[in-house]
């Protein structure tokens, strides 16, 4: 099975030049409508910035992603099309969760309601993760639904939520999605999954066509278009395979901040949805590191990550560096605290 590669440029190239061109247009009308955020708390950032970055994002990933089925090409799984339409469906809902909070600033349970929607919309479209590979067998573990339904929740209101937090720096979800969605798209052409390689193509060029916008100093924050990036991965990493395995090395960094976030704000009492600076990149930051540093160096880490998932043909070994990063993470966590306490 082929495609012409002037498919594969025409996917990239519509996303990346429609969320250039209609960035702006967001801009404005955020200017304009005073859907902005403003320094202080947690925001450090300088004077006021728009927040509507996913307006266009959602529409640019529909029109490229569904392009290609106006040429016919062919496919190798018969669902190939449901389960597009699910993570389709899936992400307007997150699409329009994120712009009513841009506008009114959702709290933590109706954001967790519209993800959770999204998630079940998803597995109805036979979006879901039935099949672990075994890093010391290399064999193959199949799930029954009663594990399926909640690993599936799990996984994909997580990578949303995950990517949601990272957000607190210029272009880093932005840059790090966009990592992670050209390492997917190299992993499926290299097991030939031709077409489904045209999604993460597709969310690469948005994150291409929106980083000139949300680099420092950024012009537009993700705002609710943080969720729908952490979606679009999260979904992409299981209708090709089960590349869930890839998908959580790629975000194994900010995950490992989220899971510490939930403990040491349930150790302080606090809710795990009630927004802070105790993130890694604040905390880097606060030591006086440059928002450009830090994206970079995220970027870097996500970028090794990702070669580790194309290169590295062992489980067991990929499984080793999951733990190493886990212990340099977590020990860099200690330290970071104890310096912000003395």
Request: charged content about 10%; glycine content about 12%.
């Amino acid at each position: 099975m082929t495609i012409s590669p002037l498919l594969f440029v025409l996917v990239l190239f519509s996303s990346a030049g429609l969320v250039a061109f209609l960035t702006p247009l967001a801009i404005r009308w955020g200017r304009r409508f005073d859907i902005v955020d403003i320094p202080g708390g947690r925001r450090q950032h300088e004077g006021r910035v728009v927040r509507l970055g996913g307006l266009f994002i959602y529409p640019a990933f529909l029109i490229a992603s569904v392009l290609p089925l106006l040429f016919g090409i062919p496919r190798n799984d018969p669902l190939e099309v449901t389960r597009l339409t699910g993570v389709l469906i899936g992400m307007g809902i997150v699409w329009v969760m994120g712009l009513a909070d841009d506008s009114v600033e959702l709290g933590f349970w109706p954001q967790f309601v519209g993800l959770l929607l999204a998630a079940l919309v998803a597995i109805h479209f036979k979006v879901f993760i039935e099949i672990f590979n075994n890093p010391f067998t290399d064999g193959q573990v199949r799930v029954g639904w009663y594990l399926m339904v909640p690993i599936t929740l799990v996984w994909i209101v997580g990578m949303s939520a995950t990517v949601n937090m990272l957000d607190g720096l210029d272009g880093l979800a932005t840059g790090v999605v966009g990592i992670s969605a050209l390492v997917f798209f190299v992993h499926m052409l290299r097991l030939q999954q031709y077409s489904v390689s045209l999604l993460p193509l597709a969310l690469l060029g948005c994150c291409v066509g929106f980083l000139p916008y949300n680099f420092n100093p950024a012009r537009i924050f993700l705002g609710g278009g943080a969720h729908l990036l952490g979606y679009a991965i999260g979904t992409l990493s299981i209708i090709a395979g089960a590349k869930v395995a890839s998908g959580l090395l790629l975000l194994w960094v900010p995950i490992l901040d989220v899971m510490w976030q939930i403990y040491s704000r349930w150790k302080r009492g606090q809710s795990i949805g009630r927004g802070d600076r105790g993130h890694l990149h604040f905390r880097l930051q606060d030591a006086g590191y440059g928002q450009r540093q830090i994206v970079f160096g995220y970027c870097a880490i996500t970028a090794v990550l990702g070669l580790i998932a194309l290169l590295v043909p062992s489980r067991l070994l990929k499984l080793a560096v999951l733990i190493g990063a886990a212990v340099i993470i977590f020990l860099l966590f200690i330290l970071l605290t104890r310096k912000s306490a003395s």
